[in-house]
């Protein structure tokens, strides 16, 4: 797999769920800038909650040596509070680098031939566990930016807020209607099954059409 096919299978490893050995991100995505700090991040996502775990991962994919070893001297890695990432991992070719290698608090997802991942090193293997030990600090400054360009570019953040909002009333109403018309049902099928022929001995159909005047007719 080339550079680019990684990064987009890293940003689809960010979404996967913790029961999974994922991040859990709600958001991700793969090779966005910002103007902030420079960095070019290959993937990043943001998990909004859960304790110990919410914040944002970064994974780099290295496909080479080179590329890996190059990677310490960037100015966002000398000092790594300018980088973005609470959560940082590198993503690489299966035996590409080795866990002893890792700077500090890195995590480390492998990926073989057949394109299936492992992961090495990393929060994500603590389950349910606090993660804190693996958190770095990290340029907000710089992943808001980030956001803010990445919702710019899908469009009008405000018309889909209102949008959800108008459908959720909509799905509100038609629930309550449901509940009544359940509650209906249920009212005519209690009569129903109550219904007899009288003891006075007259006509059971007479009931029943005295029963379906009352069932409201279809709109």
């Not at 029961?19 to 800038?33: F, K």
């Not at 566990?129 to 693996?134: C, K, L, P, S, T």
Request: aromatic share 6%; hydrophobic share 40%; charged share 30%.
């Amino acid at each position: 797999m080339n550079h680019r096919e990684l990064c987009a299978l890293a940003a689809a490893w960010l979404r996967r769920p913790a029961s999974r050995s994922g991040p859990g991100c709600l958001v991700a995505v793969s090779e966005t800038a910002n103007w902030i700090n420079r960095e070019i991040p290959d993937a990043i996502g943001w998990r909004p909650y859960g304790h110990g775990r919410c914040g944002s991962v970064i994974v780099e994919v290295k496909v080479s040596r080179s590329d890996f070893l190059a990677d310490a001297g960037k100015p966002h890695r000398r000092e790594a509070a300018a980088g973005m990432g609470a959560y940082r991992y590198f993503m690489a070719p299966e035996g590409l680098i080795g866990p002893d290698e890792l700077p500090d608090r890195w995590g480390l997802v492998e990926v073989n031939r057949r394109g299936q991942l492992k992961v090495r090193a990393g929060h994500v293997l603590l389950g349910h566990r606090d993660g804190d030990a693996w958190r770095h600090e990290c340029n907000e400054y710089a992943e808001i930016c980030t956001l803010a360009l990445c919702l710019n570019r899908v469009g009008d953040p405000q018309k889909v807020q209102d949008r959800l909002r108008e459908m959720g009333n909509i799905v509100a109403r038609l629930s309550k209607r449901n509940e009544e018309l359940a509650a209906r049902n249920k009212s005519l099928e209690r009569e129903v099954f109550a219904l007899r022929i009288p003891p006075d001995g007259s006509d059971a159909a007479e009931a029943a059409r005295g029963l379906r005047a009352r069932v409201p007719r279809r709109a």
